[in-house]
């Protein structure tokens, strides 16, 4: 029987959600745009009513460092940044290589994600009830490709094990809320991508454990008939748009059978 989850793991669900608005530094891809307007006023807050700090023309060159809704976070110098309109600006390069215009925003996805995914194994497995019980339930990142401008995702369902033992397949999972939670939260940074349609399929190990992974379920959405505005102040509003293999009422309720 499991014991009773630690305050410091209660605090979880908070860690969870604060990954809606938080980015791990570094996970931008530094990209080279190309200013497309007659005009571009960077501005030092992305409000259209926020101060200029610089002018650019058509044609210029502008490092792209990251993004925040409708609006791109520029360089203005080696110290300072501001924001301009993404409409104003197209991308030819990745700073280092020539690149297809999508790859700025593929690989500042991957790495949002598989940053996520690190913190949340990092606060499991650094709670206190993985140092009474020994075991945890974690993810692991397994690909993230774009395809006919699908993005697919695939996770691995798995446990973290302090020492040895069986993890039979009746082994109920304390922290099933909270993996539902930490779900949604790839959601929304799915979401936040440029991209419309999503596909998640997350993984797990057969009882053989030879190696091998078998399905263990899979996530489909649509960006644009997401009512974003509703979903992103309630937890759980989400999966209402969600397409699902499996009961989210039994998603993660027991661990994955890993021995």
Same mark, same amino acid.
């Given at each position: 029987?499991? =014991? #009773?989850? %630690?305050?410091? *793991?209660?605090? @979880?669900?908070?860690?969870?959600?604060?990954?809606?608005? &938080?980015?791990?530094?570094?996970?931008?891809?530094?990209?080279?745009?190309?200013?497309?307007?007659?005009?571009?006023?960077?501005?030092?807050?992305?409000?259209?009513?926020?101060?200029?700090?610089?002018?650019?023309?058509?044609?210029?060159?502008?490092?792209?460092?990251?993004?925040?809704?409708?609006?791109?976070?520029?360089?203005?110098?080696?110290?300072?940044?501001?924001?301009?309109?993404?409409?104003?600006?197209?991308?030819?390069?990745?700073?280092?290589?020539?690149?297809?215009?999508?790859?700025?925003?593929? =690989? #500042?996805? %991957?790495?949002? *994600?598989?940053? @996520?995914?690190?913190?949340?194994?990092?606060?499991?497995? &650094?709670?206190?009830?993985?140092?009474?019980?020994?075991?945890?339930?974690?993810?692991?990142?397994?690909?993230?490709?774009?395809?006919?401008?699908?993005?697919?995702?695939?996770?691995?369902?798995?446990?973290?094990?302090?020492?040895?033992?069986?993890?039979?397949?009746?082994?109920?999972?304390?922290?099933?809320?909270?993996?539902?939670?930490?779900?949604?939260?790839?959601?929304?940074?799915?979401?936040?991508?440029?991209?419309?349609?999503?596909?998640?399929?997350?993984?797990?190990?057969?009882?053989?454990?030879?190696?091998?992974?078998?399905?263990?379920a899979e996530f489909s959405f649509n960006r644009e008939r997401v009512n974003f505005e509703k979903v992103k102040d309630f937890r759980g509003e989400v999966w209402n748009y969600i397409k699902t293999t499996s009961d989210i009422?039994?998603?993660?309720?027991?661990?994955?059978?890993?021995?």
């Amino acid at each position: 029987m499991f =014991k #009773k989850i %630690s305050i410091p *793991v209660i605090l @979880f669900a908070v860690f969870i959600f604060n990954g809606f608005c &938080e980015e791990k530094a570094g996970a931008f891809v530094e990209s080279l745009g190309v200013i497309t307007a007659n005009v571009v006023y960077v501005r030092d807050k992305p409000d259209l009513d926020a101060r200029r700090i610089r002018t650019f023309y058509e044609g210029a060159k502008i490092i792209v460092i990251g993004e925040q809704g409708k609006w791109y976070k520029v360089k203005v110098n080696n110290v300072r940044s501001g924001y301009a309109l993404k409409k104003d600006i197209s991308f030819k390069d990745t700073l280092g290589g020539s690149s297809k215009s999508s790859s700025y925003f593929d =690989k #500042k996805l %991957s790495l949002n *994600v598989q940053n @996520f995914i690190d913190r949340f194994n990092l606060n499991m497995t &650094e709670s206190d009830y993985f140092d009474k019980e020994g075991i945890v339930p974690v993810f692991k990142y397994k690909k993230l490709q774009i395809e006919d401008g699908t993005v697919k995702l695939e996770l691995i369902y798995t446990t973290e094990k302090k020492r040895e033992r069986v993890v039979s397949d009746n082994m109920s999972n304390p922290f099933a809320k909270e993996l539902r939670y930490f779900m949604e939260v790839v959601f929304f940074k799915l979401i936040n991508s440029p991209y419309k349609n999503f596909h998640i399929d997350v993984f797990s190990n057969p009882s053989e454990n030879n190696g091998s992974f078998k399905k263990y379920a899979e996530f489909s959405f649509n960006r644009e008939r997401v009512n974003f505005e509703k979903v992103k102040d309630f937890r759980g509003e989400v999966w209402n748009y969600i397409k699902t293999t499996s009961d989210i009422s039994e998603i993660f309720s027991k661990y994955p059978i890993v021995k």
